[in-house]
């Protein structure tokens, strides 16, 4: 698995989006031509798109150095995203029985699957990004574009929602974890 991780890691970008491409519409056909998915065919892409996004972060953590100290006191760099990887499986799974269910309400007209797409690849997109400005500014950036997206019009949840996410990561990643998030190359000088 390590090997499949090291050569994961060591991929271009765009890999990741072709491959997202090219699942998400195979995932897409897939449920169109079945009966009882085809009315919600949306809901599961998206829910699918975030697991996509899981599986990843979830392969990328048998890249991650351990080191001696941090293995014996139990705590490594994979061990918060292969946890929080657990947790949305098992919210993914709920999710998906509660999708599925006769009584759920199927899709609405418009065409959401377009906006599942795009929340995927702007996910990998503000991966990228990572490297250039860093993670916590991605990620609020991220989180913005995506509230806008859904139609979040407040302006004090538009800045509060990202900068909570931000100081939550931080205390988390940071101050009880000791996980260096990336600062990117734009503010290198910070770390």
Not at 13 to 29: E, N, R, W
Not at 58 to 65: D, E, P, W
Not at 82 to 95: F, I, Q, T, Y
């Amino acid at each position: 698995m390590e090997a499949f991780s090291k050569w994961l890691a060591g991929q271009s970008y765009f890999v990741f989006i072709i491959a997202f491409f090219v699942i998400m519409a195979a995932l897409y056909f897939l449920f169109n031509s079945m009966k009882r998915t085809r009315p919600v065919k949306c809901q599961l892409l998206c829910l699918a798109g975030m697991d996509l996004v899981t599986l990843l972060f979830f392969l990328l953590t048998f890249s991650l150095r351990v080191s001696k100290l941090a293995a014996e006191a139990g705590a490594t760099p994979r061990t918060m995203p292969r946890l929080w990887s657990l947790l949305m499986l098992l919210v993914s799974l709920g999710s998906y029985a509660a999708i599925l269910h006769k009584g759920n309400k199927p899709d609405e007209k418009f065409n959401r699957w377009v906006f599942a797409l795009l929340v995927g690849v702007g996910s990998i997109f503000s991966v990228i990004m990572f490297n250039y400005i860093g993670y916590y500014l991605s990620s609020a950036i991220f989180i913005v574009v995506v509230m806008i997206a859904m139609g979040e019009r407040n302006k004090l949840q538009l800045v509060l929602v990202p900068i909570c996410w931000c100081i939550f990561t931080y205390v988390v990643f940071y101050k009880l974890l000791f996980i260096k998030l990336p600062f990117g190359a734009l503010f290198s000088w910070l770390a």
